[in-house]
């Protein structure tokens, strides 16, 4: 699949290789979802952390699907950045609330001394964030695929 900066309709979407109007997107996408998730699955259903950060993923992964298919192209980097910010904000978000001693050990639906949760996690962010924003990508140049040579006559 052709790189964005190879087509030159979907220069306005990207700077280089990184499309970052639509990483932004992506992660908005991905933080108000999980956001969303996070109070549903901690305020009013009770239930466990994994509930909130399985669907937090799932969020991620529709984040960077929209990505991929506004960036127009298949660039696994624009989701792999949305994961690193998600991270990034979720980590910055437990360190504090453990900081602050507002952070209830153990974490709800977690058992004591289990960090499965911590090396577990962040390895589906990664997997979700690159294979949305690969899979947006291909939405799109699947659905564009049949215009592309009407204009070259």
Partial sequence: MPNAIDRPQSQHAVDRDVAWG?????FAI???????????AFAFA????WWAANIGTLCLFCGAVVTGYRA?????????????????????????AEFLKVMPDPLPG????DSTFY??????????????????GWLWARRNRRGRGENLS
């Fill in 119 to 136: 090396f577990v996690w962040p390895l589906a962010q990664l997997a979700a964030g690159t294979l949305g924003a690969m899979l947006g």
């Fill in 22 to 26: 639509a990483v932004w997107i992506g």
């Fill in 72 to 96: 127009r192209t298949a660039e696994p980097l624009n989701g792999a950045l949305i994961a690193v910010f998600y991270f990034s904000t979720a980590a910055l978000a437990i360190f504090s």
């Fill in 46 to 49: 009770g239930k466990g952390t």
């Fill in 110 to 113: 977690l058992p004591r001394g």
């Fill in 30 to 40: 991905a933080f108000l979802g999980t956001l969303a998730a996070g109070i549903w």
